[in-house]
């Protein structure tokens, strides 16, 4: 099982399946912005606001 697999499952595990869905996104976004883990963490659990989360997903549908 990858990487990417495992945190999926782990979220999903959390019930945070459509965070799960969209993790390779968020990946993309972290890793093309150059934001730090912490960023990251604060970005895929949507406590930096719900927002930006939506922008995230939006941007990619």
């Known amino acids: ?3 990417l697999q495992q945190l ?3 979220l999903k595990s959390l019930r945070l399946v459509e ?3 969209h993790l390779p996104i968020l990946i993309r976004e972290a ?3 150059d934001h730090s883990f912490t960023q ?3 970005d895929v659990t949507g406590t930096g606001g ?3 989360r939506t922008h995230i997903f939006l941007q990619y549908c």
Do not use: Y
Request: aromatic share 6%; glycine share 0%; net charge negative.
């Open 8 to 10: 999926q499952e782990t």
């Open 1 to 3: 099982m990858s990487q």
């Open 50 to 52: 719900q927002e930006s």
């Open 19 to 21: 965070t799960a869905k």
């Open 31 to 33: 890793e093309q912005n």
């Open 40 to 42: 990251f963490l604060i």
